[in-house]
C-alpha cells in the first residue's frame, strides 16, 4: 500500500517540482545568459517482469525507456520514466514544456538540441513557436546526401596530417514538413 501513495500523481509532481527548483537555483547564480537544453532518452535495462517495464527491440533488452533533459552544464532539468516499447520522443511535450515555462521570466535565450528521434514537425513547430533555436539531427536519405556529396569526395593526392571536416548551410523541406527550414550537412 506504501509504494502506491509515493506513486500518486501529486507525489510524482512535487518530486518533479523539487528537481526543478534546484536546477532554477543553480542556473540563477551562473552569469551565462544562455541555456542549452539537450534532450534524449535511454535504456535502463530490468530484470525480471518489473511494472512498466517492457521489451524494446532496438535495445534487444526487457527495460524502461527514459527521456531526459540536460543542460550544458550536465544539470538534468527533467526526466520522465517511460515503458521500454515507446518511441523516443514519446512524452516530449509534457517534459519539455515545464522546463521551457521555468524560463521564461529570465534573461536567458533558449537553445535546443536532439538525435533524429526528435526530428518531427510538432516538436519544430512548438521550438519555432517559444523563439528556441535548435540543432535536430535528421535521418539520413538520398535527397540530405544530394546536397551535401560534393563534400562526401576525399581530395586527390595524400591526406593532409590534420582531418578537414567542411560544412554546408541550405534549405531543405521534407515531404511532412509545411515549409523549408535551415539544414547544415558535413563531410570531411
Request: charged letters at 25%.
Amino acid at each position: 500500500m506504501g509504494h502506491l501513495i509515493l506513486a500518486s500523481d501529486d507525489n510524482l509532481e512535487a518530486l518533479a517540482a523539487i528537481n526543478g527548483a534546484w536546477v532554477k537555483r543553480a542556473m540563477a547564480s551562473t552569469k551565462s545568459g544562455k541555456v542549452i537544453l539537450d534532450m534524449d532518452s535511454s535504456e535502463s535495462p530490468v530484470h525480471g517482469k518489473q511494472e512498466g517495464s517492457a521489451y524494446n527491440g532496438h535495445f534487444l533488452s526487457r527495460c524502461y525507456h527514459p527521456l531526459f533533459v540536460f543542460n550544458q552544464h550536465g544539470d538534468c532539468e527533467g526526466a520522465h520514466l517511460m515503458p521500454g516499447n515507446v518511441h523516443s520522443a514519446d512524452g516530449w511535450r509534457g517534459l519539455l514544456e515545464p522546463i521551457v515555462e521555468r524560463y521564461k521570466d529570465t534573461n536567458k535565450k533558449l537553445y535546443f538540441r536532439a538525435d533524429a528521434a526528435f526530428a518531427s514537425p510538432d516538436i519544430y513547430e512548438y521550438l519555432e513557436g517559444e523563439g528556441i533555436l535548435y540543432a535536430i539531427r535528421l535521418k539520413a536519405n538520398a535527397r540530405l546526401y544530394e546536397y551535401i556529396e560534393h563534400l562526401l569526395t576525399r581530395p586527390v593526392g595524400r591526406p593532409p596530417a590534420k582531418p578537414q571536416v567542411f560544412y554546408h548551410d541550405f534549405t531543405y523541406r521534407a515531404a511532412s514538413w509545411d515549409r523549408s527550414r535551415s539544414a547544415s550537412g558535413r563531410g570531411s
